[in-house]
């Protein structure tokens, strides 16, 4: 039987399966044919032979499958092939490589796998729960939803532009966002996920407010009144109360009291140590304990088998949470406006900023009081405060009365004269 036919759509519903499979070829263009498996399963397809004439190796094509691809389509493709072979391309393996990058693109990780993976490989292992957790958030509220179908290697700085843009009304959010995305990015070039220094985070942000607001000393006063009060009529627990006094005393982060455990006092050297915790080097903390922490400590009250200084009403860690609600009722009760950055941290940029006015101390004792170990972020801790600033001003003014009085006493002002006898 002649297996070499015009293929047309009469010739391919007419074929009928054999024993064995079978081509039925074109007659107008060579090496296009239509194969009939013994299933009754019928594709187009594209023969040809590599170079090196009859000792070079027959390659097939599969064009489409014959029952959802009609002729004409399939012949024009079969052009198409033989246009490749002719100008000297291997339509096969034209054909496996564009398969090739469709499959790897398909399977190309996306921004919310990468946004799992560095959640569970690097954040959870490297940082405190309560980072880890915030980042957590800000994922799955708004990364993921605004960029976790895209491919990784495929996002642009405008994609993260747009992003920022979008929710650039909560400026803090939005910040947080393009920070968390950054380092995603970072560890996706460490991860070999991207080109090493591709990260598109690199965009122009809003820049954000200092925290400018502070503390002053009749506040303090008032705000540790309120506590005691608070504390008298229950309407905070000891725990509570201490945790808040504690941070006045030691400026220590909020989560550094939380985490506090009888352990981690050393009261024969006089020094609180948390051996893994928030520091640039990643070694322990170390704080020295004031007399005034030390009376603190001395009149807390402790619990049979609770390990924290500071614990929940159940005994276990108190959460940061809490403590900043308790806070919050404090400031309230006080009248100390809860403006805009007056926190619960707050608490710690007055205790630096009374730290790094004392001339006393150099700049190293005073930072590590605080328990700074980078300049610039003791800087950024260093307000100026209020009354502080009123002093010098005034001072600054005495100095320059005085100076123009001493100028007046050294010799009579002359009036110079003016050119042209005028």
Known sequence: MDNRTRLTKTAVDEAQPRAKEFVIWDTSIAGFGLRVRPTGGKSFIFTYRTAGGRSGRVQ???????????????????????????????????????????????????????????????????????????YERIIDKILKPRLGDKKVAAVEPKDVSEM???????????????????????????????????NPCRIKMKASKRRERLFSDAEVARLMATIDAHEAANKMTKPVALALRLLFSTGCRAGEICDLRWSNIDADEGWFVWDDHKTDDGGALRKAITPEAVKLLEGAER?????????????????????????????KAAHVPANTNATLHLIRHWFATKTYSDTSNPLHVQMAIVGHKSVATAMRYAHVAQEQLKRAAQQAEKKRIAAIKAGERRGKVVRLPVVGGR
Request: aromatic share 6%; glycine share 6%.
């Open 303 to 331: 619990f049979e088998d609770v390990e924290y200084v500071c614990p929940s009403p159940a005994g276990k860690r108190l959460r940061v949470e809490t403590l900043e609600a308790a806070f919050e009722r404090v400031m």
């Open 60 to 134: 097939r094509v599969t064009i489409g499958n014959a029952a959802r691809m009609k002729v004409d389509p399939a012949r024009e493709r079969a052009k198409e092939l033989a246009g490749q072979y002719h100008g000297g391309v291997d339509p096969a393996a034209q054909a496996a490589a564009e398969k090739e990058e469709i499959v790897a693109d398909r399977n190309a990780p996306t921004i919310s796998s990468l946004l799992d993976r560095f959640l569970e490989d690097h954040a959870k292992a490297t940082l405190k729960e309560k980072t880890w957790s915030e």
């Open 164 to 198: 920022y843009q979008a929710i650039r009304a909560k400026p803090t959010q939005a910040a947080l966002a393009v920070r968390v995305l950054s380092s995603a990015m970072t560890m996706a070039e460490e991860w070999g996920l991207r080109q090493a220094g591709s």
